[in-house]
């Protein structure tokens, strides 16, 4: 969001200078409910052209969402914008959704954090950590690490970097056949042009930096385990007979996972430290760009889960606390 005047991320390319950017959400978790009220106006008002009164709502949440965050999403939903209905969900859950499965293995990446959620008939199963802080935005800082490195400029933008890391970063099976591919000049460098009209030259940046993922201690010296790793322990905490069918309905989801060969590279450090048995039963959902969102549509539209559904009743009886009850 951005002030005195208040903008969406696409309207701002050509005057992002002028404003004072703000991020409501940060780490997954909303720590500015003011602007983020501001941003759910913009949203109804502006975006959907349409007075949320009378309307049934749903927001997504991550699994480290806390209570208070619930309550306060909930009072602001009723007492300012008076809706009718309204339900909190996981978007790993809608992530699953939207393939038409309700028993899964969600790896969901994202932008701040990466979650590892087992699911089982419409709802995540309790277990020990199952998430990392290496996601979206650790691969671009990595990038830019890796730039300064080899004697280049800072990028001060971390959109640019972002852009960088999406358009053509990618990850690679093996990293150290790969750098010798780089000594022997047989990857062709990327030549990168920032706004200032200076250059970027790109080798080995764009295979490095999203290794991380995998090798999470040329980021982060206290990350033991890849993201495989951690897979593989979150499912090991399930029963053991639920186990082969979260294999068989694995999802890979959330927009960092859409760096070129993430699945592949998952199924292949995963088979490297799993037993063949599992290994041989692990099998990709195809996930589309906006599963949560596709899966939300789903789930608003299930005449099932209408118990579920805070309604105004619920909210005049109950308060805030009764997401509570009905969001878990």
Known sequence: MF??????????????????????ILNSKIVDFDTMETVWHKAFFEYLMTN?????????SQLNTSKNEKEKTTQIMFETFNISKFIIQIQSILSLFSSGKTTGFVVDSGNDTTYFVPIYEGYKLDIKDNFCNIAGKSCSTYLNHLITQSNQKRVGNLEILDYIKEKYCYITLDKEQELQKQQQNL???ISYDLPDGSHLKLDIQIFLAPEIMFNPKLYDNSSIFGFHQ????????????????LLKHTMISGGNSLIRGFSERFHYEFS???NYRYSQQLNFIKSEKFSVWIGGCIMTNLAQISSDWISRNDYDEYGPNIVQRKCF
């Open 230 to 245: 951690l897979a593989l322990n979150s499912i090991g905490q399930c029963d053991s007979d639920l186990r082969i069918q």
């Open 3 to 24: 002030f005195p005047q208040s903008c969406s991320k696409n309207e701002i390319d050509q005057i992002q200078e002028d404003y004072i950017i703000k991020y409501p």
């Open 272 to 274: 490297k430290i799993n």
């Open 52 to 60: 949320p009164e009378d309307s049934s709502i749903l927001i997504t």
């Open 187 to 189: 990857i062709q460098a």
